[in-house]
T-cell receptor, first 114, second 115 residues
Framework: DSGVTQTPKHLITATGQRVTLRCSPR?????VYWYQQSLDQGLQFLIQYYNGEERAKGNILERFSAQQFPDLHSELNLSSLELGDSALYFC?????????????FGPGTRLTVT | AQSVTQLDSQVPVFEEAPVELRCNYS??????LFWYVQYPNQGLQLLLK??????LVKGINGFEAEFNKSQTSFHLRKPSVHISDTAEYFC?????????????FGAGTRLAVHP
């Protein structure tokens, strides 16, 4: 158990809908990361937040947005969902913001868009 | 831009045999290197990382990796595998010295250990 929690574990929704994925980092960690794992794209970095501020952005679609709240939990919002958004979404956390620090991964949320 | 190539998508091996999972990276700047393992239906777990210093890095579960700057490689090895090592292994890089911590992953290598 990494100490990172993600809810829900599974989510099934229809095209065009909007969903929110939630992540609670390990106690004491200030950075939260979101990654997408799909069969065709592999594991891709989406975004990093550090203490409430956006720190780095990857290939995150404009239909996707994220935020980190004052209690340090984070939410990833996915809107106008398409079939291709079906994937496993991982949240990770680390103590600091900088490179080299170990990232602890949650169990993931499996999103299925039908 | 950085990229990671894992040369084998699948590696079958018998229990107690040695194994090497290959990873090459491409970057015009210094990077840090990582190996993560993903067991079925679980998140990723860090096996080991190279930041600086000795090029031979030891990790958890008996794994080790060697950083080779001239060949831009970071191959993962284990002298004797167990059935429980069956999992997907990911090599990853991140920029060294950056104020952020973006991991770029390879496509993964599925290690299947047979009795």
């Amino acid at each position: 158990d990494s100490g990172v929690t993600q809810t829900p574990k599974h989510l099934i929704t229809a095209t065009g809908q909007r969903v929110t994925l939630r992540c609670s980092p390990r106690s004491g960690d200030l950075s939260v990361y979101w990654y997408q794992q799909s069969l065709d794209q592999g594991l891709q970095f989406l975004i990093q937040y550090y203490n409430g501020e956006e720190r780095a952005k990857g290939n995150i679609l404009e239909r996707f947005s994220a935020q980190q709240f004052p209690d340090l939990h984070s939410e990833l919002n996915l809107s106008s969902l398409e079939l291709g958004d079906s994937a496993l979404y991982f949240c990770a956390s680390s103590v600091g913001a900088g490179t080299g620090g170990e990232q602890y991964f949650g169990p993931g949320t499996r999103l299925t868009v039908t | 831009a950085q990229s990671v190539t894992q040369l084998d998508s699948q590696v079958p091996v018998f229990e107690e045999a040695p194994v090497e999972l290959r990873c090459n990276y491409s970057s015009s700047v210094s990077v840090y290197l990582f190996w993560y393992v993903q067991y079925p239906n679980q998140g990723l777990q860090l096996l080991l990382k190279y930041l600086s210093g000795s090029t031979l890095v030891k990790g958890i579960n008996g794994f080790e990796a060697e950083f080779n700057k001239s060949q831009t490689s970071f191959h993962l090895r284990k002298p004797s595998v167990h059935i429980s090592d069956t999992a997907e292994y990911f090599c990853a890089v991140s920029l060294s010295g950056g104020g952020y911590n973006k991991l770029i992953f390879g496509a993964g290598t599925r290690l299947a250990v047979h009795p």
